[in-house]
Nanobody, 124 residues
Framework: QVQLVESGGGLVQPGGSLRLSCAASGSISVINAMGWYRQAPGKEREWVATITSSGSTNYADSVKGRFTIFRDNAKNTVYLQMNSLKPEDTAVYYC??????????????????WGKGTLVTVSS
């Protein structure tokens, strides 16, 4: 069984910074790409950023230049450093990871796993 647990959300003023963390744990064989998504009130969930196992990154245009995604493979953890936050960044942020897990019967196929989300509120 695999779990993703996010942390680091909270209330911050416009222009401020926050760092989100997401730790993967459980029966993990390989972690491929990891990423962040967000869902604002009344809106669809949207992609924010992705990092591959080799460290290549991609960002949504709305966060490019302000957010940085990075990972610590030794800790099975992905981070999202968010700077110059705007009220429109207010959302629940979800961690996503493409993971090959294993069971007592052997290696399972690769699947997408999701965390439960952490709330980021940008407001004065």
């Amino acid at each position: 069984q695999v779990q993703l647990v996010e942390s680091g959300g909270g209330l911050v003023q416009p222009g401020g910074s926050l760092r989100l963390s997401c730790a993967a744990s459980g029966s993990i064989s390989v972690i491929n790409a990891m990423g962040w998504y967000r869902q604002a009130p009344g809106k669809e969930r949207e992609w924010v950023a992705t990092i591959t196992s080799s460290g290549s990154t991609n960002y949504a245009d709305s966060v490019k230049g302000r957010f940085t995604i990075f990972r610590d493979n030794a800790k099975n953890t992905v981070y999202l450093q968010m700077n110059s936050l705007k009220p429109e960044d207010t959302a629940v942020y979800y961690c996503n990871a493409h993971i090959v897990a294993y069971s007592a019967y052997g290696v399972l196929g690769a699947m997408d796993y999701w965390g439960k989300g952490t709330l980021v509120t940008v407001s004065s």
